[in-house]
């Protein structure tokens, strides 16, 4: 069986720099927002779910779901965001678990889930343990703000929809702090593989 780590954190928090790092170890990686796009295009179940719940309205002139018009109501609005989780969130598992089976079956020893809502959706029954990476509140706005050009206000709803990052940290089996530069990151990654018996220490 194949070891499955559950990477986590929240929007912005540096999961994404995280997962590439893991990728040039060769370490195969699984991310939740991947599938989650796939599961709302245009013939899947989830795809009509959604234009039931949230009307026509919803799409763009292709007829692909408006992602930043759902985004805006989803962000700002705990109800419509539970409707939509309710529709995508069952699709988006059962993708990563057959991704899962399939790591297994090629004998990989290790695969990585990249899961923003980890905790939120209590999902670590699907990993032996969790990552998480952590910034500071006030980092995390300002990196979002910059990477989406967003508003505070639009940051903030984003930020306020996902449980703190604070809170993760108590539950996490590790935590890298990515408040600093990338290279900090980098080593922190380092030493929790070679805790984890996953990566070798070079000497
Ligand atoms: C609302 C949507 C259309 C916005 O799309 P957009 O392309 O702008 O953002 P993207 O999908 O890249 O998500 C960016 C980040 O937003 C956060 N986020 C997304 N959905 C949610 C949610 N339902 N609750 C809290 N945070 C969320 C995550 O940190 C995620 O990494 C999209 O995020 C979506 O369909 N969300 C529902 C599915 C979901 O929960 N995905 C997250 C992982 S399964
Ligand atoms: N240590 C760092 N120093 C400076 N900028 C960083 C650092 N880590 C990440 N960033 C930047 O912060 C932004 C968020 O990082 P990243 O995309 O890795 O986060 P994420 O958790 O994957 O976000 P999301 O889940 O919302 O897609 C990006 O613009 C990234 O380049």
Known sequence: MSLVIGLTGGIASGKSTVSTMLKELDISVIDAD???????QKGEPAYAKII????????????????QKLGSII???AEKRKL??????????????????????NQEELVVLDIPLLFESKLT???DKTLLVYVDRSVQLQR??????????????????????S???????AVINNNGSIKE???????????????????
């Open 84 to 105: 939509l989780n309710e529709i995508v969130h069952p699709e988006v598992r059962k993708r990563m678990t057959r991704q899962i089976e399939e790591a297994n079956q």
């Open 125 to 127: 029954y699907m990993v």
């Open 144 to 165: 979002l703000m910059e990477r989406n050009n967003l508003s505070a206000l639009e940051a903030e709803a984003r930020v306020n929809s996902q449980m703190p990052l």
């Open 75 to 77: 962000f700002h609005n």
């Open 34 to 40: 991947v599938e989650a796009r796939l599961a709302v």
């Open 167 to 173: 809170e993760k940290v108590s539950i996490a089996d």
């Open 52 to 67: 039931e719940v949230f009307s026509h309205g919803i799409l763009l002139p292709n007829e692909e779901i408006d992602r």
């Open 185 to 203: 990151t980098k080593k922190q990654l380092n030493d929790i593989l070679i805790q984890w018996g996953i990566k070798k220490n070079k000497r």
